[in-house]
Each structure stands twice: as C-alpha cells, then as structure tokens.
C-alpha cells in the first residue's frame, strides 16, 4: 500500500464479493483539475470497452494559460493576503471532531429557496446552497463578530476564456473567486446579504478577471491561497466523476474516498454529485467541524429544512479505507 501513496497517478481497483467494483485513484493536483480528471477517467473506460483512442482527444498544451508578457494585473485579488487565523477560529485541541455528509436534493433546495425574496429566486443552486452553508457554518463556529470571514470558491474557466479553452484540455483550468465580509453582518443579515456577495463575486469572474489572475500568479512566483478565516468550496457535482464506464457500468458513486479530518476550519468543502435511498439525485457535501459546532451547524440547517418531508439532511459519512 505503501507504494500507491506515492507517484503522480495511482490507480487501485477492489473486487468486492457481491460481485462489484471500487475503482480508487489517487492524482497529484498540479497536473489536472476535475474536470480534467473526469475527462480521463471517461477515455480510460472508453479504452477500456475496445475503443482505439478516447472520443475527446486529450489535449495539454498548457501554453495555452500563459501570461503575456510583460504580466498585467488589472484586477484586485485578496486571496493571497497574508492572513493569521483569529483566536475564535482556532479549533480546541480537547474537541473531538464531528464528520457528517449532508444531503440536498430538490426538496431542501426548495426549502431554502423559499426563505429568500422573489425577486432573487433567479439564482442558481450552487450561489443559493453556497450562500446558505457559509452563513450556517459561521453561526455553528460562533466566531466574534468583529472578526472578518471568507469565502474562497473555485470557478471553471474553460468557457469563460476568450477564446474557450478546446474539450479535451486536461490540465489544471480554474481560478479562485474570493467574498470578503464580517462575522456580524454575515449572521445577522438575512440569507440575501450572503447571496448577493456570492452572486457579485461569480458576475466579476470574467475572461480579464481570469487573465489578472495568472499574471498575479506569474509576478508573485506561485504564492499560496490564504485560506485562513475561509470558507473554501469546491464544486465537482456536475463534472461527470460518476460517467465512466470500464465495462462494468456506471458508477454509483464517484467523488472523495475520505473526507478531510485536518483540524483547520479552513479545510475544502466537497460538492459531490450523489443520489439519496429513495434514488433522489442531488448535492452531498460532506463536512467536518468540533463536536460542539457540528451540533449547532445541524441545529441550524433544520431550522431552515425542518418542514421538508424525508427528515432533514443529515446522515453519518462512512470513511473508506481506500
């Protein structure tokens, strides 16, 4: 096992005794984002069932996301600043941590929608979801008012380019889209206040947004996201993890294999495409916080999904041993 641990791709397939399989892989971030991945996975299965040579030619001109030169930042990122984690933010040692995945199907994202004014109810499902968890995350971390928060959200560039990168790019296409608030005006404020910065912060990331970023990157010589009071999302429910097919079928599940236990409220949070006992397709977000938070996060969340009919969104996530 020691030696899967190690190198830029690993791939481990178990075949259980019910006659199924688990196809684990394990994948060095610098060289492919998602959907990057998922377009991988989709050619190996496609090589897999007898084809010669993937639908989607793979493509790695990375070149392609180069800075021009000379490097111009015309845009204002927060995301590298240097932080320091506030003292209310920092999890005590003595709390044992709590690891639950949450569902959200179109019944919750209902109930949710129905708190937020008419006029808004035009947003999409990830602002409306995103917007709702960092409001009840903070509540549950009940940090001081006056301390600053953050929400780090990863967005998609391919088509956001111009021109659109080409289908098959495999490698890393993403750039970082950062909302800035205090604790008080963020749990104070009604669920709109937290809607609209997301909904501002996705209408900024435009093609000279993006290209800022990398030359941001470029002059600053690769600098670390400061992920310090963060609130970091990564959304992979609709880039097709659960699509390929190695002859065996579809998956019935494709997103992480662990969720993260690191002691830092800061952590990624995962949306991972899933489906429900009752075969309802929908959003998992699997989540991790200190005994004491997550008992009020759960508070929170069926305070607002209390009426739904299936009993509320929460269900204890297995780890796997993959």
């Known amino acids: 096992m020691d030696s899967f641990l190690c190198g830029h791709l690993n791939l481990w397939v178990t075949r259980l005794r019910c006659g199924g399989f688990t196809f684990a892989l394990r994948l060095n971030h610098l060289m492919s984002d998602a959907l990057g991945l998922a377009l991988f996975m989709n ?85 409306v979801l995103t917007a709702f968890l960092w409001r009840c995350r903070t509540i549950a971390l009940s940090p001081n008012p006056e301390d600053q928060v953050r929400l780090i959200f990863m967005n998609r560039v391919r088509a956001i380019l111009n021109p659109p990168l080409p289908r098959g790019y495999y490698g890393n296409a993403y750039a970082i889209s950062l909302v800035v608030t205090t604790v008080g005006k963020l749990c ?26 990398i030359y941001l990157v470029v002059t600053k010589g690769r600098p670390r996201t400061a992920i310090v009071k963060s609130f970091v999302v990564s959304n992979t429910a609709r880039v097709g993890l659960r699509d390929a097919d190695y002859g065996w079928g579809t998956a019935v599940y494709g997103g992480l294999a662990k969720i993260s236990e690191i002691r830092n409220t800061s ?39 209390q009426d739904q009919s299936d009993g509320g969104p929460m269900s204890k996530f297995i780890i796997s041993s993959l």
């Open 43 to 127: 050619a190996l299965g496609e090589i897999a069932r007898g084809a010669c040579a993937p639908s989607i030619p793979p493509l790695w001109q990375m070149e392609l996301l180069n800075a021009r030169n000379p490097p111009q930042v015309t845009c204002t990122h927060h995301e590298f600043d240097e932080l320091v984690e506030p003292q209310s933010l920092i999890i005590n040692p003595l709390h044992e941590l709590a690891c639950c995945s949450f569902f959200f199907g179109s019944t919750q994202v209902s109930a949710i929608r129905k708190k937020i004014p008419h006029h808004l109810l035009k947003y999409s499902t990830f602002e």
């Open 188 to 213: 104070e404020n009604p669920l709109e206040y937290a809607l609209e910065l997301v909904w501002k912060a996705k209408a900024n990331f435009t093609d000279e947004y993006v290209r800022s970023f």
């Open 267 to 305: 952590a990624t949070t995962f949306y991972i495409e899933a489906m429900n006992s009752k075969g309802e397709h929908g959003i998992m977000v699997p989540v991790c916080l200190p005994t004491p938070a997550m008992e009020r996060f759960v508070k929170e969340l069926n305070s607002i999904l």
